[in-house]
T-cell receptor, first 110, second 111 residues
Framework: GIQVEQSPPDLILQEGANSTLRCNFS?????LQWFHQNPWGQLINLFY???GTKQNGRLSATTVATERYSLLYISSSQTTDSGVYFC????????????FGSGTRLLVRP | NAGVTQTPKFRVLKTGQSMTLLCAQDMNHEYMYWYRQDPGMGLRLIHYSVGEGTTAKGEVPDGYNVSRLKKQNFLLGLESAAPSQTSVYFC??????????FGSGTRLTVV
């Protein structure tokens, strides 16, 4: 089956720093989504991004489908950005199932 | 607009007991999913549904059953709970253009 790999697995930042999270996938996909899981366990959809670049405030994402990777940029990080960031790819069938990577655990220190 | 609601939020079962987790969505989504999340891992798909009356197996379906009798509800059943089913269970629904919406999760412990 398709493999979804995220890097780095863990990341510690000082408040105000910038970071880039990467997601590689092993096969063609219909779509890609980025999620943030906050320390209370809630999963929030950040981006629905099959290709190109999208921005939402301090966060932006770029997916290069032809090269099978996506990047999530976090600028001017805040302590509330802490949590786990998941990349998930949508398989090319009619079910719209998502296959998740194992996540990047981010800790932003004040 | 509640989105996706999961009940219960917490549950402790004894080995061999059965239970049903309920997922309800009010967004008129066709697609619904059950995932489990284990420590240090991403989410793994248990079962999913592409419409009322349909269900299909995901990556880790063994030990679970599901039903989608109404479009807005997706039930996950454990017939005979095992300690290996201790996990956090997430339900999600999909409206295609806007991606997934997840429920807040059910933390299940099997002792």
């Amino acid at each position: 089956g398709i493999q979804v790999e995220q890097s780095p697995p863990d990341l510690i930042l000082q408040e105000g720093a910038n970071s880039t999270l990467r997601c590689n996938f092993s096969d063609s996909v219909n779509n890609l989504q980025w999620f943030h899981q906050n320390p209370w366990g809630q999963l929030i959809n950040l981006f629905y991004i099959p290709s190109g670049t999208k921005q939402n405030g301090r966060l932006s994402a770029t997916t290069v489908a032809t090269e099978r990777y996506s990047l999530l940029y976090i600028s001017s990080s805040q302590t509330t950005d802490s949590g786990v960031y998941f990349c998930a790819v949508e398989l090319m069938d009619s079910s719209y199932k998502l296959i998740f990577g194992s996540g990047t655990r981010l800790l932003v220190r004040p | 607009n509640a989105g996706v609601t999961q009940t219960p939020k917490f549950r402790v079962l004894k080995t061999g007991q059965s239970m049903t987790l309920l997922c309800a969505q009010d967004m008129n989504h066709e697609y619904m999913y059950w995932y489990r999340q284990d420590p240090g891992m991403g989410l793994r798909l248990i079962h999913y549904s592409v419409g009322e009356g349909t269900t299909a197996k995901g990556e880790v379906p063994d030990g679970y059953n599901v039903s989608r009798l109404k479009k807005q509800n997706f039930l996950l059943g454990l017939e005979s709970a095992a300690p290996s089913q201790t996990s956090v269970y997430f339900c999600a629904s999909s409206g295609r253009e806007y991606g997934y919406t997840f429920g807040s999760g059910t933390r299940l412990t099997v002792v």
